[in-house]
């Protein structure tokens, strides 16, 4: 064995697989494989870190290992299929497609053949890798012979997190892409509640980009308008490392009312700051969770904003849950990962490059 490459169909810096995709690179460099990343597009900040996925096939053995990153239909997919090497499948969940169809038809193309692509490649490969039981369910389902859960590798250093400190009126916060199945609406009907029952001057800051669901964005300032709440509301769209760790260390508490969610790297940065957690019960958030945040299975804003406003106010409950998301963390730590590639390499019977009677070091 000498090498195990990552392909995947967009390398982008600041996203969850992108981070993932670099880090896993980093703990099979140091297990001792030649190991590099393919991309169909590589962001202009990431070219040194990656190669065009079209140099992929020239580059592998038949002994190597290729790991495809499934979260999107692609022609990268395609390639992943033709290569005469071991492959392996790291499924970061793929958004249904519905959610999509009136705001971005163009992502709800992709999204369905991300899903064909899913049912055509699980059969195949040697093994599927979920960022969650939730991702592995679906694995199994689509016919993978064997998996395995790994949760995603977390650059959280990148935001420099340290306990928030709020300054001024309550202050929610909940960091991703705007897009439907994360269900941004909802959080700012939450506010409105928040605001017209228990605090009135509550605030909502909802970072993240919105390419391809600029008319889901324009529906959110419609929404926050239409309830009063426009001032309260922030859209800052995409921010840097920096901007975005400042954002986190001033909120009061982290909020999450999405409805699909594969694994919730927001959720672990929100921890990383000491805010308490107040989420919906869905998807993979529940297992990504556990007991290091107040689960609902509602999505009435007077039940959410009471929720929160208990958080907001109670002392006790807060010191709790904060040290609850403290320790729950601790479970998505380096060492934590170390371990879980050890045992990756072992379920794949592979050993470090250069001595085939060493187990790589984990």
């Given at each position: 064995?000498?090498?195990?490459?990552?392909?995947?169909?967009?390398?982008?810096?600041?996203?969850?697989?992108?981070?993932?995709?670099?880090?896993?690179?980093?703990?099979?460099?140091?297990?001792?494989?030649?190991?590099?990343?393919?991309?169909?597009?590589?962001?202009?900040?990431?070219?040194?870190?990656?190669?065009?996925?079209?140099?992929?096939?020239?580059?592998?053995?038949?002994?190597?290992?290729?790991?495809?990153?499934?979260?999107?239909?692609?022609?990268?997919?395609?390639?992943?299929?033709?290569?005469?090497?071991?492959?392996a499948i790291v499924y970061h969940n793929i958004?249904?497609?519905?959610?999509?169809?009136?705001?971005?038809?163009?992502?709800?193309?992709?999204?369905?053949?991300?899903?064909?692509?899913?049912?055509?490649?699980?059969?195949?490969?040697?093994?599927?890798?979920?960022?969650?039981?939730?991702?592995?369910?679906?694995?199994?389902?689509?016919?993978?012979?064997?998996?395995?859960?790994?949760?995603?590798?977390?650059?959280?250093?990148?935001?420099?997190?340290?306990?928030?400190?709020?300054?001024?009126?309550?202050?929610?916060?909940?960091?991703?892409?705007?897009?439907?199945?994360?269900?941004?609406?909802?959080?700012?009907?939450?506010?409105?509640?928040?605001?017209?029952?228990?605090?009135?001057?509550?605030?909502?800051?909802?970072?993240?980009?919105?390419?391809?669901?600029?008319?889901?964005?324009?529906?959110?300032?419609?929404?926050?308008?239409?309830?009063?709440?426009?001032?309260?509301?922030?859209?800052?769209?995409?921010?840097?490392?920096?901007?975005?760790?400042?954002?986190?260390?001033?909120?009061?508490?982290?909020?999450?009312?999405?409805?699909?969610?594969?694994?919730?790297?927001?959720?672990?940065?929100?921890?990383?700051?000491?805010?308490?957690?107040?989420?919906?019960?869905?998807?993979?958030?529940?297992?990504?969770?556990?007991?290091?945040?107040?689960?609902?299975?509602?999505?009435?804003?007077?039940?959410?904003?009471?929720?929160?406003?208990?958080?907001?106010?109670?002392?006790?409950?807060?010191?709790?849950?904060?040290?609850?998301?403290?320790?729950?963390?601790?479970?998505?730590?380096?060492?934590?990962?170390?371990?879980?590639?050890?045992?990756l390499l072992d379920r794949l019977a592979l050993?470090?490059?250069?001595?085939?009677?060493?187990?790589?070091?984990?």
């Amino acid at each position: 064995m000498r090498a195990i490459h990552q392909l995947l169909p967009v390398l982008s810096p600041g996203d969850a697989i992108g981070q993932a995709v670099r880090r896993m690179r980093s703990a099979f460099l140091e297990a001792g494989f030649v190991s590099e990343i393919f991309a169909e597009e590589i962001h202009q900040n990431l070219l040194g870190e990656a190669r065009p996925a079209a140099a992929l096939e020239a580059s592998v053995g038949a002994g190597d290992l290729v790991l495809y990153h499934l979260s999107i239909g692609a022609a990268s997919a395609r390639l992943f299929a033709g290569l005469g090497c071991r492959r392996a499948i790291v499924y970061h969940n793929i958004t249904p497609s519905p959610y999509y169809r009136t705001t971005s038809p163009r992502v709800a193309y992709w999204l369905d053949q991300g899903r064909r692509d899913l049912a055509r490649l699980a059969p195949v490969v040697e093994l599927g890798i979920g960022d969650s039981a939730y991702n592995a369910a679906e694995l199994q389902a689509a016919g993978c012979p064997a998996t395995m859960v790994i949760p995603p590798p977390v650059d959280l250093a990148r935001l420099s997190p340290r306990p928030a400190h709020p300054s001024g009126p309550p202050r929610l916060i909940f960091v991703s892409r705007l897009a439907p199945n994360k269900r941004q609406e909802e959080l700012i009907r939450v506010l409105a509640a928040l605001r017209a029952c228990w605090q009135p001057e509550a605030t909502l800051v909802l970072p993240g980009g919105w390419n391809d669901t600029e008319t889901y964005a324009a529906g959110l300032r419609r929404l926050a308008r239409d309830l009063g709440v426009a001032g309260a509301v922030e859209l800052p769209g995409w921010r840097s490392d920096r901007e975005l760790g400042d954002l986190y260390a001033g909120a009061t508490a982290a909020v999450c009312a999405s409805e699909h969610e594969g694994f919730g790297m927001h959720l672990l940065e929100a921890w990383a700051f000491d805010l308490p957690l107040v989420a919906r019960a869905a998807a993979a958030v529940p297992e990504t969770v556990g007991d290091a945040g107040v689960l609902l299975d509602t999505d009435d804003p007077l039940v959410w904003g009471a929720v929160v406003d208990r958080v907001i106010r109670d002392a006790s409950l807060r010191h709790l849950l904060i040290e609850r998301g403290r320790r729950r963390l601790s479970d998505f730590s380096d060492g934590a990962l170390r371990v879980r590639m050890s045992e990756l390499l072992d379920r794949l019977a592979l050993t470090g490059r250069g001595d085939p009677g060493v187990a790589p070091r984990g």
